[in-house]
């Protein structure tokens, strides 16, 4: 028998076996037949490729394997691609197989193999092309990695053996086969041209031999793809800690350090070291995996599924990009689901900036091990840590490993997103700028929940209970509580913001900074508030309306929280018609229940209850729930919020004209886009009012007559009881701008702080809140009132003077005038009593404010 014969049976043989314990993993997109592709392997790669009469395709691996090549013959038979082991004849040539191993071995001495300076076969096919101008050969790069897709995992003993960057032994090879053989990942990547390879290489670098530089980039491809999969080759712990400790920035800091503290340097050093050792992360794979396989028990248990969208997008750019996610921070669970997701879906889990609140024992360590590095909540005056920590931010994005942090700062407690903090980005940016490695983009995500674990926890806090200090005991308390009663949870990741494009925008893509201490240059800072407000829009673009948020924001706008379930019924349909016809963003998420399958699950969830009755079932929400739904009504409140405010000026005023709504729609539109961060620009505006008042006549909610008058459907009829309802959720904001508007009026220009108007303002919310049932905790949001206050400055409204005082002339006044055009007399009356004070009541109300911060700052002193 031949050897090629015999060589084939044993192919054979071996596929048989191996595919009785192997079932490999396709991730990304399998190809359907290789082609061509444009795309540069890397930077240096050529751009086009040579037109040809006739090509092959051939594959390339990274590593001498001979499984690795069996697993990719088997896929690349059952995706009917070429195999990859069938013998291949081109040009009179014959090759044993269309697979080319960068680390080659000799096929012929198994016992001894010496290795080759390069691949054989790849140095046959370049002769091959110099001898024959008309063909080319594909080279199709592969990457295999054993124990990586997580799917199946259910053994502690296998997260020993799972593929890292050292090139794995015979024995852990088999190991590998055995453990891991249903549980392995393979990515095609684009092909490339091997004909353009061999012409870049002597065009560009005519000092090396073709086959030198072709190993070389095909080797440096790969590795950036195995990257991606595994994270940067990292070293461990001590030895980035001890590089750290050594960098010249660091080093700088410490001497300064000495000199201003008056200590030697061991001991200026010894603090330096104790700094990092409470920094940095201990990341560890096992850790990891270990993590992925107790999380996947837990969302079990707790959440009949977790979705997720737009996954693809990230998987495409991590090929190319330093990635930061910047998700929304709505509960504690938010980091651990999230790097779930990406190491589920066979990414690199992103190193986690956490704070320091967080480094509790045990769970603390736990969190190291998973990426997290701890950061304290200030650090202001501390030059020393703030050296360690830019420096080890700068290691992490050196190494180009993916981070993760929270642009709000904390977690939100009403559901909105929260104005951001932006130490950490301009941390990013400005260690980016000191030594440019990967580009940087940006992810904002969207996490959105149907039942929060914290929730009865965050309206406490709003309501003036001081905040539950982290801890292990509060954590095993937490756990007691947890219904099993979750509903489903939805990521959705959101349009990227590149980081070089802001730059660009703002005219700083030259800005070089040096050393860590630098200050960051003006135009810089306008990068980073350019890029938290972008990412904070883009994440409400990726808004995803659950059936939880729906009911909430229907059911919060009637008077008693209760609805006919028939009008409710249409009602959910009527919202559902016009998000799909007019949606906020593309990559918005609608559920696809109807609105009977709505109420279904919301009363699954325990949220709402069905009153049964004679005349037809009324639908009410469950009793406590009415504040915890406000949360999720807060969720997806900013994708409403421009036909609630159509349909609230329709509504009120009875009749109004065209361009009177439109006016009045622009004067309010910036206090709206600074609090709900929507999406669009001040000169977008007026096509998109336009846009959703047609909308709202094609669902016969509003009516235009000759005279370009919007007119509000006839009183009691079902028409415009929907109107009614969907006016409700812009009402709260007016109701608080007007609020504020009303007190600074009363009082007079040059007559009352900000600070004063902000506790002032929190304290009226609060009383609002229980006198008129608003059960909306940032009705009294402090936050909500400084924004406010913000913007009117920004508009020119008002001013501050020397002393601190808010100045404003007639146009201020006119403005607060104008809120009978959108509020009742009713509410108009009841806002002019609460909001007028004699100076008595003034100096009493904010000596109450005052006691009220005091004693809350001893209860922090004494935890």
């Known amino acids: 028998m031949s050897n090629n014969g015999f060589g084939q049976i044993y192919r054979r043989l071996s596929s048989k076996l191996l595919d009785l314990v192997v079932t490999p993993h396709v991730i990304g997109e399998a190809p359907e037949t290789p082609t061509l592709s444009n795309e540069p392997t890397t930077a ?16 390339v691996l990274q590593n001498y ?3 690795n090549a069996l697993v990719l013959d088997g896929e690349t038979r059952r995706l009917k691609l070429q195999p990859a082991l069938d013998s291949v004849h081109i040009a009179g040539q014959h090759e044993k197989a269309a697979v080319v191993f960068l680390q080659h071995k000799n096929e012929t001495n198994l016992l001894n193999p010496p290795p080759y300076a390069f691949p054989p076969r790849l140095l046959r096919f370049i002769e091959l092309l110099e001898k024959h101008p008309e063909l080319d050969i594909e080279l199709v790069p592969v990457t295999i990695l054993w124990g990586r897709s997580p799917d199946k995992e259910d053994s502690l003993f296998r997260l020993l053996f799972t593929d890292t960057w050292a090139t794995p032994s015979k024995v852990k090879q088999l190991l590998n086969i055995g453990v891991h053989g249903r549980q392995t990942f393979l990515e095609f990547h684009p092909a490339q041209s091997l004909r353009s390879l061999v012409d870049y290489a002597k065009e560009h670098h005519p000092n090396l031999s073709p086959a030198t530089y072709i190993v070389s980039q095909l080797n440096h491809y790969l590795d950036a793809q195995r990257e991606v999969v595994l994270g940067p080759d990292l070293s461990d712990r001590r030895n980035v800690m001890q590089s750290l400790i050594k960098s010249p920035e660091v080093q700088d800091a410490i001497r300064k350090e000495s000199i201003r503290a008056k200590i030697s340097m061991i001991e200026s050093e010894r603090r330096a070291i104790g700094y990092v050792n409470e920094i940095a992360s201990d990341y560890s794979y096992s850790t990891v995996r270990f993590a992925e396989m107790a999380l996947t028990r837990l969302w079990t248990q707790l959440y009949d599924g977790v979705e997720v969208n737009n996954f693809s997008m990230v998987r495409e750019l991590a090929k190319e990009y330093e990635i930061i996610y910047t998700p929304c921070h709505r509960s504690h669970i938010d980091y651990l689901l999230l790097s779930y997701v990406i190491f589920k879906r066979g990414l690199m889990v992103p190193y986690i900036a956490a704070g320091d609140n967080l480094n509790m024992p045990f769970v603390g360590q736990i969190l190291r091990g998973g990426g997290a590095f701890f950061i304290r909540r200030s650090f202001r005056g501390n030059a020393l840590y703030t050296s360690v920590f830019k420096e080890y931010l700068y290691s992490i994005l050196s190494r180009n490993t993916p981070l993760e942090y929270f642009i709000e700062g904390g977690r939100s407690r009403t559901g909105r997103l929260l104005p951001p903090k ?3 980005l301009a941390m990013t940016i400005h260690g980016h700028l000191r030594g440019k490695s990967k580009p940087i983009v940006f992810v904002p995500t969207y996490i959105g929940y149907e039942r929060l674990m914290e929730g009865s926890t965050y309206v406490g806090e709003m309501q003036g209970k001081p905040k539950e200090a982290e801890s292990v005991l509060g954590l095993l308390r937490a756990l007691k509580k947890i219904e099993r009663i979750f509903g489903k949870v939805h990521v959705n990741f959101g349009e990227p913001v590149f980081l070089d494009d802001v730059l660009k925008a703002h005219h700083a893509e030259n800005v070089q900074i040096e050393h860590n201490d630098d200050p960051i240059p003006p135009e810089v800072s306008e990068v980073v508030m350019s890029s938290a407000n972008a990412i904070l829009e883009n994440i409400n673009r990726a808004v995803v309306i659950n059936p939880v948020s729906l009911l909430s924001l229907i059911l919060l706008a009637t008077p008693k929280h ?3 379930e028939e009008i409710f019924i249409k009602q959910i349909d009527t919202y559902r018609k016009l998000l799909s016809s007019l949606p906020y ?3 918005m998420q609608i559920t696809p229940l109807s609105g009977k399958e ?3 699950y919301g009363l699954k969830l325990k949220l709402i209850k069905r009153v049964q009755h004679a005349l037809g079932d009324i639908i009410a929400i469950e009793d406590n729930q009415a504040v915890l739904l406000t949360y999720f009504r807060n969720n997806i409140l900013h994708a409403f919020i421009l036909p609630s405010l159509v349909a609230a000026l329709v509504e009120h005023n009875g009749k109004i004209k065209r361009q009177h709504l439109i006016n009045a ?3 309010l539109y910036p206090f709206l886009k600074a609090e709900l961060f929507l999406k669009w620009q001040q000169a977008e505006l007026e096509p998109q009012i336009e846009q959703h008042i047609q909308a709202l006549v094609d669902l016969k909610l509003i009516e235009v007559d000759h005279e370009d008058y919007l007119n509000s459907p006839v009183r009691n009829s079902e028409e415009h009881s929907q109107l009614s309802i969907l006016a409700a959720p812009v009402m709260q904001s007016l109701e608080r701008y007007y609020m504020t508007l009303a007190l600074i009026t009363q009082r007079g220009s040059g007559n009352i702080t900000a600070k004063q108007v902000e506790d002032l303002s929190h304290l009226l919310g609060q009383r609002l809140s229980v006198l008129y049932e608003f059960n909306s905790p940032e009705f009294f949001d402090k936050a909500l009132f400084q924004g406010f206050l913000k913007v009117l400055t920004q508009q020119g409204y008002i001013s501050t003077s020397e002393q601190g005082a808010l100045i404003f002339d007639e146009e201020f006044s006119k403005m607060a005038q104008n809120a009978n055009l959108v509020l009742d007399d ?10 007028s004070f004699t100076d008595d009541e003034l100096k009493e109300a904010l000596e109450a404010v005052a006691a009220q911060n005091a004693k809350k700052r001893m209860k922090r002193k004494k935890k």
């Open 44 to 59: 240096q790669t050529p751009q086009t490729t040579t037109q040809t009469t006739k090509s092959i395709t051939c594959y």
């Open 65 to 67: 394997s001979r499984s």
């Open 422 to 424: 932006t130490g950490m």
């Open 562 to 564: 209760t609805l006919d």
């Open 585 to 587: 963003d593309q990559r």
């Open 598 to 600: 709505v109420i279904a």
């Open 665 to 667: 729609i622009q004067t």
């Open 826 to 835: 009713a509410t108009l009356q009841m806002l002019h009593h609460i909001t």
